[in-house]
């Protein structure tokens, strides 16, 4: 039983650091181009996902990478069709994914309301070592291509104009940003939950905002702030018996706010020495 019990606290040890390098990376992005919500809305069209695949009998995690990736591209068109209101797009896929999950599992009678509250609340500690293994070959991937791209995404993300200017194709880049980003959500939603992965991806990079400098200081210090929560996280969970989606998210707010705090402290003091 113990050997049991470690196996899966090993399991999911690993996931959470590596889903601790995934996050701020493109959290940052995210939050820098006011994309926010964008991560809620991928994990409420994957719900989508996950209903469609429980209806027509098929592997939800296959259903879900096809219905974000759509929902990616939608996604782009519609901010384009509303360029002055970008938001509309975000709320517009929001209500249509979560409507539509809602209706399929409101016809699909045959569902196991479990399998329906595994993705929407995730569970770290029952991984399995598939998923380890999807989510490191994933976590390879994005690192690879923030390293090939980290400077296009870049000009893109604080001046699109310019970006266009120097011959960048800014929709299709935008597009697979958003593609990977649904795809990392639907690869993360079975651990982390459909309800809260959206914290988890954002709260890191929030916090390395409040601390770092530079750009590349931030996603340092988001990844190891990543790390802290994710681990912390974990640990709090196992030992306290709460669920560790909630665990993790409510540390990363603690975090949070003491970083706040100790920032609004830091900037009054300096503010009194000038004076």
């Given at each position: 039983?113990?050997?049991?019990?470690?196996?899966?606290?090993?399991?999911?040890?690993?996931?959470?650091?590596?889903?601790?390098?995934?996050?701020?990376?493109?959290?940052?992005?995210?939050?820098?181009?006011?994309?926010?919500?964008?991560?809620?809305?991928?994990?409420?069209?994957?719900?989508?996902?996950?209903?469609?695949?429980?209806?027509?009998?098929?592997?939800?995690?296959?259903t879900t990478l096809i219905v974000?990736?759509?929902?990616?591209?939608?996604?782009?068109?519609?901010?384009?069709?509303?360029?002055?209101?970008?938001?509309?797009?975000?709320?517009?896929?929001?209500?249509?994914?979560?409507?539509?999950?809602?209706?399929?599992?409101?016809?699909?009678?045959?569902?196991?309301?479990?399998?329906?509250?595994?993705?929407?609340?995730?569970?770290?500690?029952?991984?399995?070592?598939?998923?380890?293994?999807?989510?490191?070959?994933?976590?390879?991937?994005?690192?690879?291509?923030?390293?090939?791209?980290?400077k296009p995404m870049y000009v893109?993300?604080?001046d699109e104009e310019t970006a266009?200017?120097?011959?960048?194709?800014?929709?299709?880049?935008?597009?697979?940003?958003?593609?990977?980003?649904?795809?990392?959500?639907?690869?993360?939603?079975?651990?982390?939950?459909?309800?809260?992965?959206?914290?988890?991806?954002?709260?890191?990079?929030?916090?390395?905002?409040?601390?770092?400098?530079?750009?590349?200081?931030?996603?340092?210090?988001?990844?190891?702030?990543?790390?802290?929560?994710?681990?912390?996280?974990?640990?709090?969970?196992?030992?306290?018996?709460?669920?560790?989606?909630?665990?993790?998210?409510?540390?990363?707010?603690?975090?949070?706010?003491?970083?706040?705090?100790?920032?609004?402290?830091?900037?009054?003091?300096?503010?009194?020495?000038?004076?």
């Amino acid at each position: 039983m113990e050997m049991f019990l470690y196996g899966f606290m090993q399991r999911a040890l690993i996931a959470s650091l590596l889903m601790a390098v995934i996050t701020p990376l493109l959290g940052l992005f995210l939050v820098l181009r006011r994309q926010s919500l964008l991560a809620d809305t991928l994990s409420h069209v994957s719900l989508a996902g996950v209903a469609l695949g429980l209806f027509v009998n098929i592997n939800p995690t296959i259903t879900t990478l096809i219905v974000v990736l759509i929902a990616s591209v939608l996604i782009e068109f519609l901010s384009n069709l509303y360029r002055t209101y970008s938001e509309v797009s975000i709320a517009i896929m929001m209500s249509a994914g979560l409507s539509i999950a809602l209706v399929l599992m409101s016809l699909n009678q045959g569902a196991s309301s479990m399998s329906v509250q595994q993705y929407l609340f995730g569970s770290i500690v029952t991984i399995s070592t598939a998923q380890v293994i999807i989510l490191a070959i994933l976590t390879v991937l994005i690192v690879v291509l923030f390293l090939l791209f980290k400077k296009p995404m870049y000009v893109l993300t604080f001046d699109e104009e310019t970006a266009f200017a120097e011959g960048l194709p800014v929709r299709w880049m935008s597009i697979v940003f958003n593609a990977v980003t649904g795809v990392t959500i639907a690869i993360m939603m079975p651990i982390a939950g459909a309800l809260l992965v959206s914290a988890i991806m954002i709260l890191p990079a929030a916090i390395a905002m409040r601390l770092g400098r530079s750009f590349n200081m931030v996603i340092l210090v988001g990844v190891v702030v990543g790390v802290i929560g994710m681990v912390g996280g974990l640990m709090s969970s196992y030992q306290f018996n709460t669920p560790p989606g909630a665990t993790i998210t409510l540390l990363f707010i603690a975090i949070f706010i003491i970083c706040s705090l100790i920032k609004v402290v830091s900037v009054r003091r300096q503010v009194n020495k000038q004076k």
